[in-house]
Nanobody, 118 residues
Framework: QVQLVESGGGLVQAGGSLKLSCAAS????????MGWYRQAPGKQRELVAT???????NYADSVKGRFTVSRDNAKNTVNLQMNSLKPEDTAVYYC????????????WGQGTQVTVSS
């Protein structure tokens, strides 16, 4: 009943840029946190960046100064602008949404591949 649709992944050379977008639709209410996680082959899923409905952001140390997360509360969308990409940024990126409706609910997108070539 809740769908997260991601777009914007792809292949880019080191130093390049990509923008990921995610739109939440369906029966999702009271979203408080939106953001992105990533998982590289053989590694655990890790936080990349999150943003609250008040605009407070949180970034992994490895992406600070290079990535920017933003959201449109009215449209339930979240974006991730990725600049100065490095080969170590290669991973599947997952959109993440947390809402509160009597209980904390979390939703994940299907993932989009980002590959950075050296």
């Amino acid at each position: 009943q809740v769908q997260l649709v991601e777009s914007g992944g792809g292949l880019v050379q080191a130093g390049g840029s990509l923008k990921l977008s995610c739109a939440a639709s369906g029966r999702v209410f009271n979203i408080d946190v939106m953001g992105w996680y990533r998982q590289a082959p053989g590694k655990q899923r890790e936080l990349v960046a999150t943003i609250t409905n008040g605009g407070n952001t949180n970034y992994a140390d490895s992406v600070k100064g290079r990535f920017t997360v933003s959201r449109d509360n009215a449209k339930n969308t979240v974006n991730l602008q990725m600049n100065s990409l490095k080969p170590e940024d290669t991973a599947v990126y997952y959109c993440y949404v947390r809402s509160f409706w009597g209980a904390i609910l979390t939703y994940w997108g299907q993932g989009t591949q980002v590959t950075v070539s050296s």
